[in-house]
């Protein structure tokens, strides 16, 4: 990383010619500085749009999950900064700030400048910056002292990564904004690790819902079943009955759960070899004894891979 004054050198040599040499910066910084050049002044300062009231809710709405993913990891950041003045933003895919946290004077001196909760990182509209440019690359970036296009912001250094959903979809940025004669190379790895762990916990939740969708339609299933349901494990515990089970067979769940299934039911000896023998029964009638009562049944019995077992049964009574 340049200097604090060679940055200002060759910031002060673009503004005049509107050209650099070719060894500084062939990267996307001097990229932006012509894209800006066409858009803005580099010496007037424009506070950058905000959104505010109805749609800036919208806007946190659409990414609640970025944003309560975000919020522990960029707290518990902040925590370890806290000696430090620095601020920690959290932006959508579009460059608007979600969710801030900083420290006070330093949040005082970039509200004034329009920085803040709301706020679009446009380029356009404040200049080469680390957010636009990370949501223009889909890299990591950093934007130090005179690198910014517009000079309002040379007093600071900026980074930011890109958070990633499940998908490979680019939700947002984390960034962090210090002052530049603070800013070391620690707080864009820093940053970069950070947008790691939001993707992180973005992928966790999505996997737990997917677990919750799966297990509702699971147990919907279950109960929508005509024929009563038992699984036993590779220990003959019992792992689960549905609620046709429990009619059917008359027993409550918790009574029988984790007990020896043959404890609880008594099946014909050719079931039990079949059992035993991890055979594959198909609509076989047949009769069990459940607590001293014979029920004449048409079972199906499934073995499973891990050793467990599945037994649908369907008692032959005029009253089922």
């Known amino acids: 990383m340049l200097s604090i004054e060679d940055n200002k050198k060759k910031w002060d040599f673009f503004q ?64 370890l900064l806290r000696d430090e003045a620095v601020i920690l933003f959290v932006t959508d895919d579009s460059g608007c700030v979600l969710f801030t946290v900083g420290h006070d004077d330093l949040l005082r001196e970039v509200n004034e400048l329009g920085l803040k909760k709301g706020c679009f990182f446009s380029e356009g509209k404040v200049g080469t910056n680390a957010i636009s440019l990370t949501l223009n690359t889909h890299m990591p970036t950093e934007v130090f002292a005179a690198e910014h296009f517009n000079r309002h912001l040379h007093p600071y250094a900026t980074t930011a990564a890109p958070i990633f959903d499940t998908f490979g979809r680019l939700r947002g940025t984390i960034s962090l904004l210090k002052r530049a004669k603070e800013y070391s190379k620690e707080n864009h790895v820093i940053i970069s690790s950070c947008a790691k762990e939001i993707a992180l916990q973005i992928h966790v939740q999505n996997e737990q819902e ?111």
């Open 210 to 320: 997917n677990m919750n969708r799966l297990l509702n339609a699971h147990n919907a299933t279950l109960e929508c079943m005509d024929d009563g349901l038992l699984a036993w494990n590779d220990e003959n515990r019992i792992t689960m009955a549905n609620q046709q089970a429990e009619r059917l067979l008359k027993f409550k769940t918790l009574d029988v759960i984790e007990k020896d299934i043959f404890s609880i039911v008594r099946f014909a000896p050719s079931i039990v070899t079949s059992i035993e023998e991890n055979k594959t029964i198909r609509r076989k009638q047949t009769t069990v004894e459940i607590g001293g009562e014979f029920i004449e049944s048409i079972i199906t019995l499934r073995p499973l891979v891990d050793g467990s077992k599945l037994l649908f049964i369907h008692p032959i009574d005029k009253n089922s």
């Open 16 to 79: 005049k010619h509107h050209w650099v040499s070719p060894e500084f910066m062939l990267s996307p910084i001097l990229e932006s500085w012509e894209r800006c050049s066409k858009q803005s002044s580099p010496y007037n300062w424009s506070k950058p749009h905000i959104a505010s009231g109805y749609t800036l809710k919208s806007l946190i709405k659409r990414n609640e999950r970025v944003i309560t993913c975000a919020t522990t990891v960029i707290e518990d950041t902040y925590d």
